[in-house]
Structure formats: C-alpha cells, structure tokens
C-alpha cells in the first residue's frame, strides 16, 4: 500500500513541476495525468472546520487561519509514516530544505500562496505541494481546496463566488476523485456547501465520504445521529462525526495529540454517539480514506497505464510534427537550417523523377505542346505562291536567277526557321514556370519548414533565382540551335532534289556520267542532250510559272520539316541540360553560399518560428516528458505484486 500511495505522490509532484494541473482550454488541451490520478479532495464551505479536520489528521497546527478565504490555493497535502521518531515537513517548490518549526511551515504556505495570487484575495489552481514525515500518520494524500463561498467580500472580484466553485468542481468532478465533503453539524445538512458541490458531480454518492464536524457545539437536546447514521442523507459509505479544537483551545496552543485524546473520550462518554465510537473522529477517518485511497488506486493503475501510453504515442507523433527544439549556438542552427534544405531538397527530386507527381508536367510539354506549337507554325503562308514568288523575286533583285534560285531558297529558310524560336523560348518558359512551382510544392511538403516561414521565403527565394539563371542559360542555347540551323544549310539535301541534280552538274562543271570534267564544252552537251531528249529548257517565262513557285515552296517546305525534326529532339534536350538537370544538381547552391557567411544572428531570424508554435512545442514536450516519468515510476513499483 505504501508504493502505490507513494506512487501517486510522486507523480503528483511531476504534475506541478510540470505545469499539468488539470487545467487547460479546449483549443490547446494537452494530455492530462493530473486529472487521471486518485486523490482525496477535501471540500467544505468556510468556517465548515475543514482546515482543523487536516489538522487533526496530521496531528500538527500549521495551516493559516484567517477570517474570509484563507486556502487560495489547492494544497496538496502527502503525508508519510516514518519510523523514525523526527517529524518534519518539505516543500515541492524548496526541494531538500526541511522545515521542524511548524509556525515557519504555516508562514510558507502564505508566503507562497502570495507569489502567485499576490496580497491580493484572488485565486489561483496551481497547488502547493506539502509532504509531511511522522510517525503519528498515515500514508494518505489530500487536496485542500479553497472553502466555497455565497458572496464576495472587499478586496474580491464579482466572480469569486463562480471562480472557486469551477475550481472544486475541476477537481470533484473527476471520476477518479474521492470526494470529502465536510458539514458543520450545528446547521442543516440541506443547506451544506460541500454536499451540494457533491451531490452535483456524485448523485449516487458512490465517492463521497461524508464528515460532520461540531458536532460538540449543536444546542443542546439536539443531535446528528440522523445524517451520521443515514438516514436524512445516505452515502455509500459511513458519515465520521469528528470533534476538532475550539477557538479558546487553539488560543491556548492546545497539543493536538491531547486534543485526539479528548476527541476519543467526547465519543466513548457522548450518550448519543457512544455506540458509534469505533467509527467516529479523525483518526479512524485517516485510517480510513488511507485503505479506501489505496484500493482506488489499485483498481485504476492499469487503466491509468493504458491512458499513459496512448497520450505518449499522441504526442510523440505530435512532436514529430511540430519538429524537435533547436539549439542557441550557430553550429547547431547551421545544422538545422542545412537539414531543412535536405529534407526539400529530396522532395523536389521525387517530384522531378518520379517519386511524386511533377516530373510528367515537363514531359508532357516535350511530347505535346512542343509538337502543338511548331505545326501551328504559319508556313502555309510562308510558302504560297504569293510569298515565295515575291521573296524570289526580291532576292534575284534586278537580274533573274539563271537555273535555280539559290538567292530565294535561302531568304525562304531562314525566314522560315527563324520562327522555331518562339516555340523553343515558350518551351524554356513553361519548364521554368513548372520548376519553380514544384519548389513551391516541395516546400509545402516538407513539414520540418512548416515551422519557419522566414526560412521558407528566403528558401523559396534563392531556390527561384537559381531557376531563372538556369532559364537564361537555356534559353540561350535553345535560341544558339535554331540560329545553327540558320547559319548554315545542309547541302547535300537540296543536291538530291528531283530535277535539279542534272542542271547542278551542267552549270556548276562537276564530273558527268562520261567520268570527264564539266566545263563550257561539257555544259552544251549537257544541254544539248536535253534538247535532244525532247525536253523543253526552262525559259525566263518558264521560271515563273505558277508550278516553278510551288515546286519551290514544297522542296523549302520539305527541308523546314526536316529540321523540325532535329529541333523537336534537339529542344528538350537543351531544356533538360540547362534546366531540369541543373536543378536536381545546383537549385540550392546559392542559398547554400548565403547561409554560410551568415552569424548566428542572422540563422536565428531565418529560425524564428510562429511563437504560437514555439509554446505548444513547448507545452507538449513538457507533458510528454512528464508522461514518461509516470510510466517509469509505475513499472518501477511492479504495482501488480504490492
């Protein structure tokens, strides 16, 4: 019984050093342990002789007394039965320093209720931890609550009232809390604070344990053996009528053990309670709630073990997002930001080659919205008879081409191939503007940046720069390959065109059929061959024709499409080199170069994360370090064997 009471002491204390009272707002609710563990709180309204019932099971005078709200915090009373003959008592928030002076032990509990609720007579729901270690107690836990009230006195809010009645039922309410509700037997049982708060929250009186207390100063004639017996309000376990010092004894410094002593003889002589004596004062009611409180405590561990590890798994997946605390020194924020950038930048890859959507939006503008833009091309136009006829025209100037017009052919080419620059700057384009909202994308999924909006603009911003230098780059080879094709024709095309291969050799003197060396005499006989075969020569009228110009337009027309073909390939490759493949190698290089020079002032700007994100990170590691000491200390006790 000893470890498991000491058990819930313990992780009582880590409650309060951890800033888990049971008190949270449903926004931000974390896990709870405080509310899941046994405890006996100790409810009474004021002047109900709550304070001198702890008192008297303590057996020692050190709570402050006071007219109007004197407990204005919860005080978490853990008493100890020791061995030793010392007795001693230790504050949570003075860790090791023991108090033997009594009036010093009553002095800190006002001390320390007015560090945090000042001098003033406000509230507050963070308890004050006081062990005690005597021989004359047993292992019990209690909550001193503050007294319940029915209106405000000077100095208090207009809320008092509401306030501490929230508070006591935060505490009652829970279905792991023993309730003590203290009556005083000297006014009606119907109009009883305590019994109204517990009725409320325990309609079945199944937690609550009933205490009369005064019941020495009832008129005379008068007696309670109506509420301690059962009858005017039944509880599923016994009232305990207790007697406690009175006023003059408490001026008198009165010893507490001689007051016990007193208070066993007031029932064994009373001629209304002496058949009750063996079930009545403080000390069979320590006795008691100890036996009761442990086996509360027994019953509920495994359930309190089985809450313990799923609020850890909660949070731990929690943390996961939120991301771990980050260290003050530059090295370790350099490290931090430095595994962001890998983190994104893994991401970004997937989404290039395959590992995530992305990467297709590229090749979909290679396979169908580059062959879409060149065959939209206006070469229909370019090549009518109209144009052709006019840009031979213009080229022979004032003297007509003599056999084919080289002049023409080459200004309808270039003028022709020019256009594929539109296309291939759009193709450059449209990869840039998919590559930079893939890092827009990547930087959304990466969630250790979620946390960090300055990092993920400054992020965001290099990572951009880098892409429209790699645009610029591939913009200017693609626009380099079409100025190539420009630059120089492929010769060797036109000289197998049908028709013209024979007129090429008569006029440009290459070798003929016969293995001799053209010339002028080779040239006439050239011609006269034609003449001789019948063929008509193509006359000045002749070279004008509409079927000369077609003719023309188709072999220009046929060569456009010949390097639409290398273009259409050569294109995405140029992309690919320039862009896609110098994003996967060097999108952060830039942002990589920046945060190198920069101090630890400078990365921690860049690591200034949204406050609010800062206090539930630390608000949940806190609970979840708070979770897993329970767990420790509850597989340490082997519970399941006491």
Not at 264 to 292: I, P, V
Request: with cysteine; net charge neutral; glycine share 8%.
């Amino acid at each position: 019984m000893d470890n498991l009471i000491g058990l819930v002491n313990r992780l009582q204390q880590a409650c309060t050093v951890l800033g888990d009272y049971g008190v949270s707002s449903a926004e931000d609710a974390l896990p709870t342990l405080w509310e899941q563990l046994p405890s006996v709180a100790v409810v009474g309204g004021q002047s109900s002789g709550k304070s001198s019932v702890l008192e008297s099971i303590v057996g020692k005078d050190f709570l402050p007394r006071g007219s109007g709200i004197v407990t204005r915090r919860p005080l978490v009373l853990q008493l100890h039965k020791v061995d030793s003959s010392s007795e001693y008592a230790e504050f949570l928030h003075q860790p090791g320093k023991k108090y033997t002076d009594w009036a010093a032990v009553r002095k800190e509990v006002a001390d320390e209720t007015d560090r945090i609720t000042g001098k003033t007579k406000m509230i507050s729901p963070v308890p004050i931890h006081l062990s005690i270690y005597s021989p004359n107690v047993v292992n019990l836990t209690l909550v001193d609550l503050p007294g319940l009230t029915k209106i405000a006195v000077e100095g208090q809010s207009d809320t008092i009232v509401r306030d501490i009645e929230d508070m006591v039922r935060q505490y009652v309410e829970k279905p792991n809390c023993i309730i003590l509700a203290v009556s005083p037997a000297n006014q009606d049982i119907a109009t009883s604070d305590a019994m109204r708060m517990a009725r409320e929250v325990d309609p079945e009186g199944e937690r609550t344990w009933g205490v009369l207390t005064k019941l020495d100063l009832m008129d005379k004639g008068t007696n309670a053996l109506d509420v301690l017996e059962g009858r005017s309000y039944k509880l599923k376990y016994p009232w305990v009528g207790v007697v406690n010092r009175s006023q003059a004894d408490i001026n008198r410094n009165v010893d507490m053990l001689a007051s016990r002593r007193k208070e066993r003889e007031y029932f064994q002589t009373s001629a209304d309670y002496s058949h009750l004596a063996n079930r009545m004062g403080t000390e069979y009611l320590a006795k008691m709630l100890s036996k009761h409180l442990e086996q509360v405590i027994r019953s509920k561990i495994p359930g309190i073990q089985s809450l313990i590890n799923n609020n850890i798994d909660e949070l731990e997946k929690e943390m996961n997002a939120l991301g771990r605390p980050i260290g003050g020194e530059a090295g370790a924020q350099l490290y931090t930001v430095l595994e962001m950038c890998r983190a994104f930048d893994k991401i970004f890859k997937e989404h290039l080659d395959g590992g995530r959507p992305g990467g297709d939006r590229i090749n979909a503008v290679f396979e169908t919205k580059l062959p879409a833009a060149l065959n939209k091309l206006p070469f229909d136009k370019h090549l009518s008879i109209q144009n052709v006829r006019r840009i031979v025209a213009e080229a022979d100037g004032y003297q007509p081409h003599l056999i084919a017009p080289e002049g023409g052919y080459r200004r309808l080419i270039e003028s022709a191939l020019l256009m594929f620059k539109g296309p291939a700057e759009a193709v450059v384009d449209e990869v840039h503007f998919i590559l930079r909202d893939l890092v827009r994308i990547s930087v959304g999924e990466t969630t250790e940046l979620l946390r960090f909006p300055s990092l993920q603009a400054e992020l965001s911003a290099a990572a951009t720069q880098s892409l429209e230098s790699f645009r610029e780059n591939s913009r200017k080879l693609t626009v380099r390959l079409v100025e190539m094709e420009t630059s120089y024709l492929t010769v060797e095309f036109f000289r197998r065109l049908p028709g013209l291969e024979n007129l090429d050799e008569a006029m440009d003197g290459k070798e003929g059929k016969d293995g001799k060396k053209g010339g002028g005499s080779g040239a006439s006989s050239k011609i006269k061959a034609l003449k001789g075969s019948g063929d008509r020569l193509p006359t000045g009228a002749d070279r004008y024709q509409e079927m000369h110009f077609r003719r023309i337009g188709s072999n220009v027309s046929t060569y456009v499409g010949m390097v639409m073909e290398c273009l259409q390939n050569a294109i995405p490759k140029a992309v690919v080199h320039c862009q896609v493949r110098e994003a996967k190698r060097r999108l952060l290089d830039r942002f990589y170069a920046m945060v190198g020079k920069e101090d630890g002032k400078a990365l921690g700007k860049l690591l200034d994360e949204d406050p609010d994100v800062m206090a539930r990170r630390q608000a949940a590691w806190k609970r979840l370090e708070l979770l897993r000491k329970a767990r420790n200390e509850i597989d340490s006790v082997g519970w399941a064997r006491v």
